[in-house]
């Protein structure tokens, strides 16, 4: 099919290395930046980090890791049939969640809070940039892991646009032009994995019900109907894991169609008529958009949103605003690099880092000994 492959990121047009390589014999760029990053620390500890819910409920739900390799899965698949740059797409799914903070979004919406009592933000799309510019130290020649232009712009625009003059610090990555169609998918890629996948772990955890989301979700209702059909001797969860399989294929095949007509519609025929479109190419159709609305709002309403995963998130974003605030008092408390950081630049932000870098385990250990323990 390779519908698009005329809007095809064309590798000899990358804008390079901000510090200057020689040339792998056997990789493509995009390909040592995919391998760079996987080899990471803060690649590591997505393995640590909750998705939805919280470590010790069971051994089977998500976490941050194995989110990352589904939304990798379904961004190169989607990637290939188009034509697109498999390699970009990848290294951008597999890098799109390296700068969560521990305890999922309550995490980040909790270092946002206490940033903005210091005028400042916390985003995570912006901190896996740092991450992959400064925090990571694995190499002699530069700081950080030299990836190639694109995958940078792809880590801080993939999920939103850049204006001019937004942001001094963006202002190398294009601001008011659309990334590449590879660095367009990831968001979608991710809507998918997290939707379909919460669905599962909502129903293992008790939260939801076939019924629920049958009635929430009439193309469900009849994935479901189908199944019992087919397999009326098989029993209703593996029913519900054929019906959830072809949910995954519908939202997928979805965006594959919704970028092919968007792109048609556009008219556009090359990446860089991609970059001035004004708009994002990579959508859904109407209909497909809208299963994947309800999927959302019933997640939200009995998943996110029950009384269980809310007395996790008041609990997590308590003791993240008990230790951020611990540090600011008592900086000698932070490990001397973070110390040496601030000296450097304001603490609040180096207090940020430090705790956005925490797997929820390692938090638990530090908030511990810091808080719960007299300081020694």
Not at 108 to 117: A, G, I, K, Y
Not at 196 to 206: F, I
Not at 256 to 276: H, L, M
Request: hydrophobic residues 40%.
């Amino acid at each position: 099919m390779r519908m698009l492959s005329r809007l095809r990121f064309p590798i000899a047009a990358s804008r390079g290395r901000r510090y200057p390589e020689p040339a792998h014999p056997y990789r493509n760029p995009f390909q040592r930046d995919r391998d760079r990053i996987i080899h990471t620390r803060a690649f590591r500890r997505l393995e640590a980090k909750t998705q939805v819910f919280p470590p010790g409920i069971s051994d089977h739900f998500r976490n941050r890791l194995t989110h990352t390799l589904e939304v990798a899965q379904i961004a190169r698949t989607v990637a290939g049939v188009l034509g697109l740059d498999e390699d970009l797409t990848e290294a951008l799914a597999l890098a799109h969640d390296i700068g969560h903070p521990p305890f999922a979004h309550a995490g980040e919406e909790e270092l946002d809070r206490q940033m903005l009592r210091h005028g400042d933000r916390f985003d995570h799309n912006l901190h896996a940039l740092h991450i992959v510019e400064r925090f990571e130290q694995r190499y002699v020649r530069f700081p950080g892991l030299n990836l190639s232009f694109e995958v940078r712009e792809g880590i801080v625009k993939h999920s939103r646009d850049v204006r001019t003059g937004e942001d001094a610090a963006l202002d190398e990555y294009l601001p008011g032009l659309q990334p590449p169609l590879e660095a367009q998918l990831i968001d979608l890629a991710d809507e998918i994995a997290y939707n379909t996948a919460d669905l599962d772990d909502g129903v293992s955890a008790g939260l939801l019900s076939l019924r629920q989301i049958g009635d929430a979700v009439p193309a469900m209702a009849e994935l479901l109907d189908t199944a019992a059909t087919q397999y009326p001797g098989a029993a209703e969860r593996t029913r519900f894991q054929e019906a959830l399989r072809q949910l995954i294929d519908l939202l997928v095949s979805g965006l594959i169609a919704g970028t092919a007509e968007a792109a048609r519609n556009a008219g556009v025929q090359s990446c860089e008529e991609v970059r001035g479109a004004g708009a994002r190419l990579a959508c859904f159709p109407p209909e497909t958009a809208e299963i994947n609305r309800q999927c959302k709002q019933l997640l939200h309403r009995l998943v996110y949103n029950s009384d269980a995963l809310l007395a996790e998130r008041r609990r997590s974003t308590a003791m993240i605003s008990e230790l951020f605030h611990l540090f600011l008092r008592q900086p000698e408390r932070l490990p001397a690099p973070y110390q040496e950081q601030a000296r450097e630049e304001p603490l609040h932000r180096v207090v940020c880092h430090y705790i956005a870098g925490m797997t929820d385990q390692y938090f638990a250990r530090v908030y511990e000994q810091n808080v719960s323990r007299p300081w020694r």
